[in-house]
């Protein structure tokens, strides 16, 4: 059988920290590009994909939510003083947003609209706690695992989510910048990566994306003090 081509998920993970480290280095060094936190766009699409995947191929679904919600809390601590914010790092909204997918797997069929509603609940307390995306990053984790068996849905779907996204967070005063634009075009592109995925594991990498996180915030933070 063909090999099928295109990008397998060890691909993926690390464009999306590749991305996300180029945008949180901006913090880090004064008078960097806003270019950079463009960039930064195509992380958190290509995050909440790997979550839908992971709920899909995982074999022990406690200890991924017991993975992700350490994870939460040992990220938090270099997120709180690298960003100086009390707001809730990425990792809560992957955990929300895998929690989202389990309730809506169990209560599908006749209990559907019940999940649909505790998913909605869920995504305003992401939204309400502050945490990172809030209530677009639970719906767009949902998102991709609902309408998984079709990627075109999807992408539309999630295009039009982004962009109702860049307007309510980008666009200050009602007006709809430059900014606003780059930001929602940026994200958009997260979803190439996506449509380009073969379907393949790659390098077994299991810790690889959960170590990252937190690792690179705390040299972020220890070189931004250095600098200034």
């Known amino acids: 059988m063909k090999e ?10 690390i464009i999306a920290c590749i991305s996300m480290f ?3 280095l ?9 270019f950079m936190s463009y960039i930064g766009r195509l992380a958190f699409p290509i995050f909440a994909f790997q979550i839908s995947e992971g709920y899909t191929h995982t074999k022990n679904i406690k200890k991924y939510f017991i993975r992700l919600g350490i994870f939460a809390l040992v990220a938090q601590i270099p997120y709180s003083l690298y960003f100086k914010t009390t707001n809730l790092n990425v990792f809560f909204t992957l955990f929300t947003g895998l929690l989202c997918i389990f309730i809506y797997d169990k209560l599908k069929g006749k209990w559907k609209i019940t999940s649909v509603i505790i998913i909605i609940i869920l995504a305003y307390c992401a939204e309400i706690f502050n945490f990172d995306y809030g209530f677009y990053g639970v719906v767009i984790i949902v998102l991709f695992y609902v309408f998984k068996e079709k990627k075109v849905l999807a992408s539309i779907l999630f295009v039009f989510a982004t962009f109702i996204f860049a307007i309510d ?13 780059s930001l929602f075009v ?3 592109l997260g979803i190439v990566p996506y449509l380009l995925y073969n379907g393949k594991q790659g390098y077994k990498t299991k810790y690889f994306l959960y170590f990252f996180y937190p690792c690179h915030l ?11």
């Not at 880090?28 to 806003?34: D, E, K, V």
């Not at 705390?218 to 200034?228: D, E, K, P, T």
Request: charged share 10%; glycine share 8%.
């Open 22 to 24: 180029i945008d949180h």
């Open 4 to 13: 099928r081509i295109g990008l397998n998920s060890f691909t993926l993970k």
């Open 186 to 188: 940026f994200t958009s």
């Open 169 to 181: 967070k980008y666009s200050f005063g009602g007006v709809v910048s430059t900014l606003t634009l």
């Open 218 to 228: 705390l040299l972020l933070y220890f070189l931004s003090n250095f600098i200034h």
């Open 26 to 34: 901006r913090y880090s060094i004064p008078g960097t590009p806003m």
